[in-house]
């Protein structure tokens, strides 16, 4: 068969491991996962409302114009309609774009660890990739500028930056947007954008008046608790958005995840209980790394880097036979650290009683 050789040479995503899974494989009848940035907390009780009382056929089609939900969104970030693309989580809009925009001949620009999925598209449509290495976990956006050139067609941005969890300041992010070039399209991936506490966090939808080539990713999969239903959403100018529309596969976001979504924007009380509950939590990491003498990103998401000194996936093993599944910095770029989501009070007490463990075994 005559695949792209891009394929043939890539690995796929990696999720990290099911709790079933670990729980089988070490005969363990409990399991914490911290290790996708899921919200500990679920959901709120609205969304398990809405779902329940859903009693049209599952045979029809979804919206394929996500027409309340589209509304809803539109409401709640102060934008038009037309000014707004759904996808089966904001994964897919990343794709939508790589698929509109990149192409051999073509580069792209990222920071270096970033959010694996930008670099996996760009090799799957045979772009360019210029990786611009982080500065004490941020985003080096003077060099990412010199990267660009007269070829380079999209900027990805994270911030908060997974997974450092460093965010880009509102005075360096206007003055990076104000020097890309007018074709250059800056996608602005804010997935973790609602547990943002700094007061230096732009607020990046009033951006969009002055930067038309800037598109904002968000997902109701992170603080909203909803990734089991795989609902993203981008802003962007309504240009932007008439042009990547053709990408988009049609009914791509399912009618219980528009109904779900709907329903969680519903409920923003919610989300300031769980917005303050992770901050709490992230103290909790901060307090303990300080007393160990660990290095660490303070994070303005719902995880944390933390740095163990040691290989990164015996860390990540010790942790998985206690109960405890995390991400091993290995696979995202950071030897020897690992990430961490905050989880509820007692799960992130109970993580760092095991995490405490396994210094003292290392410092004997």
Known sequence: ???????????????????????????????????????????????????????????????????NLRSAVARHVNKQETE????NGSDEIIQIISRSLLYPGRNTV????????????????????????????????????????GETSVVWVCSPNNPTGIHIPERELVGFLSQVPDDVMVVLDEAYFEYTNAEDYPDSVKLLDSFPNLIILRTFSKIYGLAAFRVGYGIAHKDIIRRLEPAREPFNTNTLGQIAAIAALGDQEFIIRCKEENKKGLQQFYSFCEEAGLAYYPSQGNFILINFEMDSDEVFQFLLEKGYIVRSGRALGFPGWIRVTVGSQQQNEGIIQQMKSLLAVRNK
């Open 1 to 67: 068969m005559k695949w792209k050789e891009a394929v043939t040479n890539l690995q796929p995503y990696q999720p990290g491991k099911s709790i079933e899974e670990v729980k089988k494989q070490y005969g363990l009848s409990e399991i914490t996962k911290l290790a996708s940035n899921e919200n500990p907390f679920g959901c709120s009780n609205l969304v398990r409302e809405a779902i329940g009382s859903y009693g049209t056929s599952y045979a029809l089609y979804p919206d394929g114009y996500a027409t």
């Open 84 to 87: 707004l693309i759904f996808g």
């Open 110 to 149: 990222m920071a270096a660890p970033t959010f694996p999925q930008y670099k996996h598209n760009a090799v799957i449509e045979g772009a360019g990739i210029r990786e611009v290495p982080l500065i004490n976990g941020a985003h080096d956006l003077t060099a990412m500028l010199a990267a660009i050139d």
